[in-house]
Nanobody, 128 residues
Framework: VQLVESGGGLVQPGGSLRLSCAAS????????MGWFRQAPGKEREFVAA????????YYADSVKGRFTISRDNAKNTVYLQMNSLKPEDTAVYYC??????????????????????WGQGTQVTVSS
């Protein structure tokens, strides 16, 4: 499975961006999807996840209420809508896929080790 992220860029504080991740999977609904990010000098951290149907979503506390994850299984795409962006959101954002995930809680979805495939990342910079 190949994952290709897009939509990153430079935005001012308080602005918005929408990231997209297109998957080459034959049956996209077999995969739970997640977004992670990594800032310079920091470890990769969980941002958001969505189950196969889109019926369950999970967010890191740092983005809850500002970011929204969604998916369109007909388009093999997962999205991350990011609003009210802050300088501390600056990072490379990675899309990840978990094949036939058994996860049912935040702790599981939030672990990078659960995911089988990763995209190459897209840079998001929040700066005035």
């Amino acid at each position: 499975v190949q994952l290709v992220e897009s939509g990153g860029g430079l935005v001012q504080p308080g602005g918005s961006l929408r990231l997209s991740c297109a998957a080459s999977a034959r049956t996209f609904s077999n995969y739970a999807m997640g977004w992670f990010r990594q800032a310079p000098g920091k470890e990769r951290e969980f941002v958001a996840a969505i189950n196969w149907s889109g019926g369950s979503t999970y967010y890191a506390d740092s983005v809850k209420g500002r970011f929204t994850i969604s998916r369109d299984n007909a388009k093999n795409t997962v999205y991350l809508q990011m609003n009210s962006l802050k300088p501390e959101d600056t990072a490379v954002y990675y899309c990840a896929a978990d094949y036939r995930s058994y996860c049912s809680n935040y702790a599981c979805y939030g672990s990078a080790n659960e995911y089988d495939y990763w995209g190459q990342g897209t840079q998001v910079t929040v700066s005035s």
